[in-house]
């Protein structure tokens, strides 16, 4: 083929990446994959291949990239990928010691994504993007964002942790939830990433956390992210969706070692509707000359930090609860997505675990 016959099959053709991808194939003899029904595709690394990446062929057992066909699913048998494609799967499993990094492309599971068992993680940097219809709970899945995109459009019921420093962390889609288990972990570090919610079907994105579940925020020189809507670039201009979090007495730990010494407040959760409570809450690095109030508000649905001046308070850490958190029942979705199948909450005060530095002198003397 020609350059020319290019222009003219361009012209007679809706351009898109497929169309041009099976143009060339043809004009140099390539076999084209087109299998009518799905494949499992298992990961196996071969030496000739590098061993660990996913878009050649001779790594995978049938010497086909998988994706091209969105009924195909993979088995990476717990092995290390990296990833910079674009595919849409039927199911991903990891296997135990599986670990997938997306550097760049987007991988979509439209089915399920397994760990089947022990431990596995994701990795999502530098332009990579990872989306997933839920994650069953069959495993421990450690989804690990520094960059790029990760969005779960379906349901996550336990046995994922996150560890956020940038990027975009989407934890539901309109319609979807993510639910962390005892044990679980919702890490943020910074302020570089976006974390919460996104879409534009106007349904519930909830985020509920269980009792045992752990909620961290590490400052840096600009303060504090903030879990709430925000707009990712992949649903229009704005977020069209219903946001809730169930606090669930999940536990609240703040490191606020980066913070200047001057008084401020920082904004922690900001959604739609704000149910449950912290069983309890832990900070890092306040001075022993500084108070700290923690307060989850109903009325504005709000989870806020407020530090006074260094010089100004003797390290005490406070709680204060506004409003009634059975407002959210005026939203009857909302509602019905934070609560279902999760238990009552318990309006007990929080245990207050004091600084690291505290916990040491007390045990010496």
């Given at each position: ?144 964002i520094d960059a790029g995109r990760f969005a779960n459009t379906g349901e ?210």
């Amino acid at each position: 083929a020609t350059g020319d016959d290019l222009a003219e099959y361009l012209k007679h053709n809706e351009f898109n990446t497929d169309s041009l991808l099976a143009f060339f194939k043809d004009a140099f003899g390539v076999e084209t994959y087109t299998a009518s029904a799905g494949t499992t595709h298992s990961f196996v690394p071969d030496v000739l291949g590098g061993g660990i990446r996913w878009d050649n062929r001779i790594n995978w057992d049938s010497e086909v990239v998988p994706g091209q066909n969105a009924l195909d699913s993979v088995d990476l048998r717990g092995n290390f990928v990296n990833y910079a494609a674009n595919s849409t799967l039927k199911d991903l499993t990891f296997g135990d010691g599986g670990e997938l990094t997306l550097f760049s492309g987007k991988l979509t599971v439209e089915g399920q994504t397994f760990v089947g068992t022990g431990m596995a993680e994701v990795n999502v940097v530098n332009a990579g993007q990872f989306w997933t219809n839920g994650v069953a709970e069959d495993g421990s899945l450690v989804v690990d964002i520094d960059a790029g995109r990760f969005a779960n459009t379906g349901e996550i019921t336990g046995g994922v942790s996150f560890d956020v420093s940038g990027g975009d962390a989407i934890l539901a889609t309109g319609g979807a939830s993510t639910t962390l288990g005892a044990e679980d972990t919702l890490n943020i570090e910074g302020t570089d990433a976006d974390v919460g919610f996104d879409g534009d079907t106007g349904e519930t994105a909830v985020l509920r956390l269980s009792e045992g579940s752990n909620l961290s925020f590490t400052a840096d020189e600009n303060g504090l992210e903030t879990i709430e809507e925000f707009r990712s670039g992949a649903f229009g201009d704005a977020p069209n969706v219903q946001s809730g979090i169930n606090l669930g007495l999940s536990d609240l730990q703040i490191d606020v070692t980066a913070l200047s010494g001057e008084a401020s407040e920082h904004v922690l959760i900001s959604v739609d509707e704000l149910i449950g409570g912290f069983g309890g809450i832990e900070l890092i690095g306040l001075d022993a000359t500084r108070d700290a109030e923690v307060v989850i508000d109903y009325e504005t649905d709000t989870v806020s930090l407020r530090l006074n001046a260094v010089g100004e308070g003797t390290g005490l850490t406070n709680v204060t609860t506004l409003g009634d958190e059975n407002d959210a029942q005026a939203s009857a979705a909302l509602w019905e997505a934070l609560t279902s199948g999760h238990g009552t909450f318990d309006e007990t005060a929080p245990t207050l675990v004091a600084d690291e530095d505290e916990v040491l002198e007390l045990n010496a003397a």
